[in-house]
């Protein structure tokens, strides 16, 4: 790992900390958010040594971090929402929803449209690994309920 | 009776305001008024509307609407609602019990304003770092955050519109990054910006517009599709504006 991806996990993990904050979450809530920041990058990190499409990374790491999200809100006693949105925040695309801002007004509209195009296939492979995840989940809830007999 | 429902409607209106997803919303009044004794519920949610119809065993409706105008994150007070929506289903409680709990979740601690001001000053540093800015941008980043915060703030108070807020925040960032740039302690505003827009962007909206739209809300999800989609624009708007009175080569 080089020095510039572990600033990019610390720094990560201080964003979501950040917006822990913000968004009023509170303790052990605020530790599992904190440490679901710290990890969907490092994962991220990890994943792209082996797979160079970036899209296919965010949708694995997002499927983890859900995955993540609903274990914790079952330990935790807690709605899932509070913990996708806050440890998934480092893999929001900001930077490339800059440049698409940034091509647009320099008029230069192949890098614009190639950038907006990427931001979207970003964004959707994030919806998407929620997705599949909590589908997962639900099924899973409804088998444990089936068998048990609660339902 | 009838004070019970209103419970569970309210309840359910302040989950939505503090950040539920709409299905989660439905299913917690619906369950509720179950617990309650109703026959029959009907729940029917938007992220701006509610409608609920309550029919009693004795074959009276009850129907409230409910105006939701805004919303604000706040995941404390989630937690402490879905516990108590949780406690009404599992055992019968008073209502006074109900009112207490209630008006506790309501007024739950928040985080004091200098707290979200420094973590709002941490975001921006945080992420401009994280996109590959040098530690000089971060601290300019993270003043700039704290500036935006408070502007904010103080025009938040006036004009009560999420949209005009973004645009705000976008032009104040843009403009003191390009202000940086000229007084030459940095060479691009492309990191300022960034870190600031981490938060900015409605990248939260955004996949809870999608994941709406893919359990079925269509209508929620098309209204947070298009609010996400507004607050892109008006942030593009800020950045614009500046760019172009400015005059700044990019």
Not at chain 2, 28 to 35: E, G, V
Request: proline residues 1%; positive net charge; aromatic residues 10%.
């Amino acid at each position: 790992m080089t020095t510039a991806e572990i600033i990019q996990i610390l720094s990560g993990f201080v964003g979501s900390m950040g917006f822990a904050v913000l968004f009023n979450i509170r303790g052990k809530r605020f530790v599992a958010v904190s440490i679901g920041g710290l990890i969907s990058w490092l994962l991220f990190v990890i994943l792209s040594k082996f797979i160079s499409n970036e899209p296919t990374n965010y949708f694995i790491v997002a499927c983890a971090l859900s995955a993540y999200s609903e274990i914790m809100a079952i330990l935790l006693k807690s709605p899932t929402t509070t913990f996708i949105t806050t440890a998934l925040v480092p893999l929001i695309p900001g930077g490339s929803l800059y440049y698409t801002m940034a091509y647009a007004f320099q008029g230069n509209m192949t890098t614009f449209l190639q950038k907006g195009i990427y931001t979207l296939q970003l964004a959707a492979a994030l919806a998407l690994g929620i997705i599949v995840s909590s589908t997962i989940t639900r099924i899973i809830h409804k088998i444990i309920k089936q068998k048990t007999g609660l339902l | 009776m009838i004070k019970l429902f209103n419970y569970a409607i309210s309840i359910g209106e302040e989950m939505l305001i503090s950040g539920a997803e709409v299905h989660r919303v439905e299913e917690s009044i619906t369950r509720m008024c179950r617990a309650f004794g109703a026959a029959r519920t009907d729940v029917f949610i938007i992220t701006s509307s509610m409608v609920v119809t309550i029919h009693t065993p004795n074959g009276e409706t009850y129907t409230q609407t409910r105006r939701v105008i805004n919303s604000s994150t706040n995941f404390e007070k989630l937690h402490l609602l879905n516990d108590l929506s949780r406690k009404i289903c599992q055992k019968a409680m008073t209502e006074q019990e109900i009112e207490e709990k209630f008006n506790e979740a309501i007024n739950c601690k928040k985080n004091s304003f200098f707290l979200e001001f420094v973590s709002c000053a941490a975001i921006a540093g945080a992420f401009t770092l994280f996109f590959g800015g040098n530690l000089t941008e971060a601290a300019i980043s993270f003043f700039v955050g704290a500036i935006v915060k408070l502007g904010i703030h103080f025009c938040g108070k006036i004009t009560q519109s999420k949209i005009f807020d973004k645009f705000l925040a976008a032009t104040i960032a843009t403009s003191l990054a390009f202000i940086a740039v000229k007084i030459g302690w940095i060479s691009s505003v492309d990191m300022i910006i960034i870190g600031n827009i981490m938060s900015l962007i409605p990248g939260i909206g955004l996949t809870n517009a999608l994941r709406d739209l893919f359990t079925g809300d269509s209508i929620s999800g098309l209204l947070r599709l298009i609010e996400a989609a507004l607050i892109a624009l008006s942030i593009a708007a800020g950045y614009f504006l500046v760019a172009f009175l400015g005059g700044f080569a990019l």
